[in-house]
C-alpha cells in the first residue's frame, strides 16, 4: 500500500520507518499539511496519514474520493479536525486511542509543578547567577484540590498522579469511569461544584461541541481566585481571551498550556526569527505566570514508537479485513457494523 504523510516531522520517520518496512507499506513523507491546497498530493495513494493541524473538511474528503483514498489514518486520538458527519459513508477514518496515557499526564504534572514552584524561572537566574530567592515562593500541592475534567485514560493516570501527592481530587464526565469515585479522596461532581471548589483544574477530554469552551468567562467567573488552569488536550477547550482576561484580573492565578486554540498556523514550527502575529498568544506567552508548550505533551520515544505501531497496523487490518476497532464510528450502532464487517 502507498501512504500519503502529511505534516511530517524528523520525530515521526524513524518509528514509521520501521513499521511500515516490517508491515510492506510505501510511506511517501509531505512537511506541509493536508488541507484544500495540498490535497492533490494524495493522488496515486491509497491512505493518507493525518495529525492534529490537518484539515480533513468535506472539500478535502471529496478530493481523496475522486483519488480513491479510502482510508484517513489519524496518529492522534482526537479527530475534531475531520468532518465526521460528512466523511460518514465516503472514507474511513482511523485513530490512535491510547498511543501513551502517561506521556500526556506526566506533561501535565511537569508543567504544573514548573509553574507552581517557579522552576523556569529559578533556571533563567541561576543561568545568570543570580541566586536571590524572591518572588520564587510557591504552594504545596498535598492538600490541595484538583478539577479534572475527562476521565479517559489520560484523565486517569493524571488522577493517580495527583493522588500520590495528596491531592483531593472532583471529577467530571458525561460518562463516569466504574471504580474512580470512592466518595473520599476521588469524587465525580457537577462541573460548576468543580469549579468552585478546585485550586487547580486540568482538562482531559475531547473537543466536542459541548465542551468547546468548557473554560471560558462564565466558568472562570465560578472558580475560586487565584485557580490555576492546565489544559494538555485541545486548545478550543478553552477561550483565549477569557483566560487572557481573567489572568488580568488576577482571579486566574497561573496557566499551563500545551494547546491553543488558533495553533495550527504557529505550533511545531519555527517563528524565533518572526513578529507572531497572533497578538492573544503573544500576550499570553508574555504574562509571568502563563507557560505554553507548543503540542509536546506526546512527544516521548515510548509515544511515537505506539503511535507508529498502531497507524500502520490500523491500515494493514482494515486493508486485509475491511474492519479495524479504532474506527472512529459516527453513527450511533455503527460500531458494531464495524465489528461485523459492515462499514458503510
Not at 520564587?136 to 485514560?153: A, C, E, N, Q
Not at 466504574?178 to 460548576?192: E, P
Request: net charge negative; charged share 25%; glycine share 6%.
Amino acid at each position: 500500500m502507498k501512504i500519503a504523510f502529511f505534516d511530517a516531522k524528523p520525530y515521526d520517520k524513524p518509528s514509521f520507518d520501521k513499521y511500515g518496512a516490517e508491515y510492506g507499506l510505501d510511506i511517501k513523507y509531505f512537511e506541509t499539511k493536508l488541507n484544500e491546497d495540498t490535497v492533490e498530493l494524495a493522488s496515486g495513494y491509497d491512505a493518507v496519514c493525518v495529525f492534529v493541524n490537518d484539515t480533513v473538511n468535506a472539500a478535502v474528503i471529496d478530493r481523496l474520493c475522486e483519488f480513491g483514498v479510502s482510508i484517513v489514518a489519524l496518529r492522534c486520538a482526537g479527530f475534531n479536525n475531520v468532518d465526521m458527519k460528512y466523511a460518514f459513508g465516503r472514507v474511513h477514518v482511523l485513530r490512535v486511542p491510547a498511543y501513551s496515557p502517561y506521556a500526556v499526564a506526566e506533561h501535565t504534572m511537569a508543567m504544573l509543578l514548573t509553574s507552581i514552584r517557579r522552576i523556569h524561572k529559578a533556571y533563567i537566574r541561576t543561568r545568570d547567577f543570580n541566586f536571590s530567592l524572591a518572588g520564587m515562593t510557591g504552594f504545596d500541592l498535598h492538600g490541595k484540590t484538583v478539577g479534572v475534567i475527562g476521565t479517559g485514560r489520560i484523565g486517569r493516570v493524571f488522577i493517580d498522579i495527583c493522588r500520590g501527592f495528596g491531592m483531593k481530587v472532583l471529577a467530571y464526565d458525561k460518562y463516569q469511569a466504574d471504580g474512580l469515585d470512592n466518595r473520599d479522596t476521588v469524587k465525580y461532581v457537577s462541573l460548576d461544584e468543580l469549579f468552585r471548589d478546585s485550586d487547580i483544574i486540568s482538562l482531559h477530554c475531547p473537543l466536542t461541541e459541548e465542551t468547546y469552551h468548557v473554560i471560558d468567562e462564565d466558568a472562570i467567573a465560578k472558580c475560586k481566585r487565584g485557580v490555576v488552569i492546565l489544559n494538555t488536550s485541545r486548545g478550543a477547550l478553552v477561550d483565549a481571551e477569557a483566560l487572557l482576561a481573567g489572568i488580568k484580573s488576577r482571579k486566574v492565578g497561573a496557566a499551563c498550556l500545551d494547546v491553543y486554540e488558533e495553533e495550527a498556523d504557529f505550533f511545531f514550527e519555527d517563528f524565533s526569527g518572526h513578529i507572531l502575529e497572533d497578538d492573544t498568544l503573544a500576550r499570553l506567552i508574555s504574562m509571568p505566570n502563563v507557560i505554553v508548550t507548543s503540542h509536546q505533551a506526546f512527544l516521548t520515544e515510548d509515544a511515537l514508537s505506539n503511535i507508529a505501531q498502531t497507524t500502520v497496523e490500523n491500515i494493514v487490518r482494515f486493508a486485509k479485513n475491511g474492519q479495524c476497532e479504532n474506527e472512529v464510528c459516527f453513527r450511533k450502532g455503527h460500531a458494531e457494523d464495524c465489528k461485523n464487517g459492515k462499514c458503510f
